[in-house]
């Protein structure tokens, strides 16, 4: 192509800024007519490229489809390429928003182009104009849950689309790069390490802000002339008069220093580069000596730092005072080293001192930190912070900011119904902006997210309280990022982030162009290991691993344009399967590697009684033979129980003989129906008032129920007082709260009266090596040949297992289909041809309920309130059955509705599958509510959740989607098609309206 050099040369005239090595290499590589992948660290500048491709498509006369993972970045590009080339030229396409489709650059999300890929353009017409498209973000292949999407599209795209793959920073990325090679053709991989702005990483902890690590090069100590300001300021300093009080500003916007004060320092020069420098003043600091790391570390704080070996982390020296802290920690705690007494130590250190987070936050400001972002790992911690804030009296905008700040937040705000700002913390939330501070979590309204996000980057928000999801794309950098913990509630457990996770969250800190450098604090904790810490820090593994899997929508649409065998073949060219294949060489070469060994060690095994490993044969018989009396046992005692779950009935009371939810409960759902390994969970109130699902876990016998109690039909789990009325009707029923929660009837042990074990015991008592003085020996030699012999056929599973991984999968999947009557061969049916149009998790249950006619005498209300527990997840513990509104019908279809995800279970155990879950009924009573009518606070209150205005959004554009799909699925004529559109519209009102239309 002739144009693209000067279209290359006309890209770069137009922007202010150089283009660094990695982008240059991308850009010319992409003007050459190559696909390429670009992996490059958080705020390195990837998208430019991907601008570049809307660039080349607009310069050519195509187009470039340019996609996201999530709503919030694609609105945030569309009005960046709207800025840059017009309204005219630039279209959006969410799954609520249709804006100028047919545009010659459209942002979109990525199931939307998936979605084309298999039905076609918005609006009709091909792809044949479709010249590139950008995948932002494409590490989210390894998403659980929409991972697979990404990779539908890179296989599914035309041979001549050019693909512009923009990545974080993964360690795999050359072997990515050689799959889109196998499906792309040629691709330019190109990865960059390098920060733009560099990341200091730091400590806060016992009053002093530690530098995490003491050198600048790996292993070469800072030079004395380059030494950074020193991190470390103590309590006296702290007190010292005039301290801390924010120094004249002069005509450049460089803050004068105070006695004891560094000047012309690089770190010192970085921090005095903020936008408005009368909030981003540095207090002068002491002239302790300090080291830094450019790349990633920080430097020596507290001066000499300590006598003795210091400790090092991938060739980095890690503070020795960090090092001195864990450890006094330690021998102060009841059990630790020395007790903090003995062989001459000290006596108990006092506990250390953990700041507040409005501490922290005038922490950060006095040291000229700001803007921050810290991360607290929760929705109700990131409010809490806030208010903590505002309280304290932090005001960190001027008065001309908090009036930009009033404008900007009554013109976005403007179309919210007056009547819903209440319910939806509109006030708290104005305060907090109008002082600078804010919060960040998807448990708020979109819209309010939205503005602190533009808020932030204009400088008028300064501190933003967040949870991990604002790591997720959004384009929202600070000077400083904070990490209240090295831990995090995955919905299950607490566990430790991830070195991934670590890079994710820490990479927003550093706005190039603004900063010289970015700052990285951790604050102490109780039980923190600085090394564990070091690791984090230092780690750059961040394997990309894929996710993919075929599902039943997939399969259908495979099937119908490519026939069974042509879609196996396809499937087979994932990236999921390219892993497995060259896992599997791999692999084979150990199995090949052990059998040589096992052949070698069972040469050596030899006895002059007889033969020995014959003998061994017989004693690993006898083990194997009581392992499987004692499962049989096992199994035995636990259908026991599960029958005894399977019989109890709403009202039931038990005892749960231990662990955390031990004592009387009260059965609320008994979750009779379950399938699967886990049998029955029944949802009880306990008797300290808190709703739990119980498993076969907590019932190690099986559960008797001890006596009833009513339960009534209006039982709100999510009402205090529901909760205390019904714990005390428990409390009050006449039960042993001390008897035995079930009986287990005493047996004689199998193995005492099996035949086979016995004969095998007087095998063994008479073989020949019995009696041999070296038995013992022999038998360890033999060991060791089975142990590996073990290892190695496990080996061999897993190589059988990702042989083919994918396309055995699609064949089960296929088969399941055919026995459900929605495929017949290579033939899609009438039944397959609507299944290809739902694009769900649930998309088959989807399909069985529109074919059986359950949804077909549904109100809209009821429809919404049948279909949303198609889309809805309850968090973590929140497992409450709710009242159900709506009338028997509503209440009938909801029961019939579970037989059948009972009966879609069933098929799937019978095909060794597990896509589908049963309907959730958590979100019936807002569904329900909000369709009829109801007020925001009214639905929000009373609906069985611990809902939160963002929630509520998020659920119900998830089901404003699925009824919109179900209502072009459903048959022209049906009464359902006419039902969906009516549920629609009274869907949309209120916070939902505007909600959808921004």
Known sequence: MSSTPEALVEFAASLPFGFDPFQLEALSALAAGEGVLVAAPTGAGKTVVGEFAAHLALSTGTRCFYTTPIKALSNQKYTDLVARYGADKVGLLTGDTVRNGFAPVVVMTTEVLRNMLYAGPVGGGDLA?????????????ADRQRGAVWEEVIIHLPAHVRLVSLSATVSNAEEFGEW?????????????????????????????????FLEDTPGEPVPPGEAAIARAVSEQDLARPGWGSPPAVGSAGAAST??????????????????????AWSPPVPAARTGGNGAGGGGRANGGGSRGATATVAGRVVNPDLVRLARDESRAMPGGYGNGRGRGGPGPRRRMWVPGRPEVVERLGRDGLLPAIVFVFSRAGCDDAVTSCVRAGLRLVGPAE?????????????????????????WAWVEGLERGIASHHAGMLPTFKEIVEELFVQGLVRVVFATETLALGINMPARTVVLERLTKFNGESRVDITPGEYTQLTGRAGRRGIDVEGHAVVLWQSGLDPLALAGLASTRTYPLRSSFRPSYNMAVNLVGRLGADRARAVLESSFAQFQADRDVVGLARVVRRNSEAIDEMRAQLSCDRGDAAEYDRIRRDIREREAALSREGSARRRAESAAALGRLRTGDIVRVPAGRRSGLAVVLDADANAVGAEGPRPVVLTADKQVRRLSLVDFPVAVEPLGRVRVPRSFNPRSPQSRRDLASSLRAADVDPEGPPGRRAKARSAAADDAELARLRRALRAHPVHDCPRREE?????????RLAKETAAISRKVEGRTNTVAKTFDRVRAALAELGYLDGDTVTDAGRVLARIYSEQDLLVAECLRAGIWAELTPPALAAAVSTLVFEPRGDDVGVPALPGGAALRDCLDEMGRLAFRLAATEQGHRLSFLRPPELGFVPAAHDWAVGRPLERV???????????????????????????????????????????????????????????
Not at 189 to 195: A, F, L, M, W
Not at 778 to 786: D, F, G, T, V
Not at 944 to 964: I, N, P, S, Y
Not at 977 to 998: C, E, F, K, N, Q
């Open 180 to 212: 889109l090679v196998t499906v792309r053709g040629h691709t330019r991989v190109i990865v960059s390490d390098h920060r733009p702005v560099p990341l200091w990483q730091h400590v806060l902890a016992d009053r002093t802000l530690h530098d995490l």
């Open 258 to 279: 105070g006695a004891g004060g560094r000047s012309g320092d690089r770190r010192r020069e970085g921090r005095g580069r903020a936008t408005d420098e009368a909030r």
């Open 778 to 786: 022999h038998l360890r030699s033999a060991e060791q040949a089975n």
């Open 402 to 426: 908090q009036q930009r700040i009033r404008t900007i937040v009554r013109e976005r705000t403007a179309g919210i119904p007056e009547s819903d700002l209440g319910v939806l913390g509109y």
């Open 129 to 141: 104009d479709l010249a590139y498209v950008v995948m932002d973000e494409v590490h989210y292949l």
């Open 940 to 998: 929000l209150t009373d609906s069985g959740l611990e809902l939160t205005a963002g929630d509520f959004v998020r659920w119900m554009r998830q089901l404003l989607d699925l009824l919109d799909q179900i209502s072009k699925v459903a048959p022209d004529d049906s009464r359902v098609r006419r039902t969906a559109r009516s549920a629609m519209d009274a869907l949309r009102r209120g916070v939902i309206a505007y909600a959808t239309s921004v």
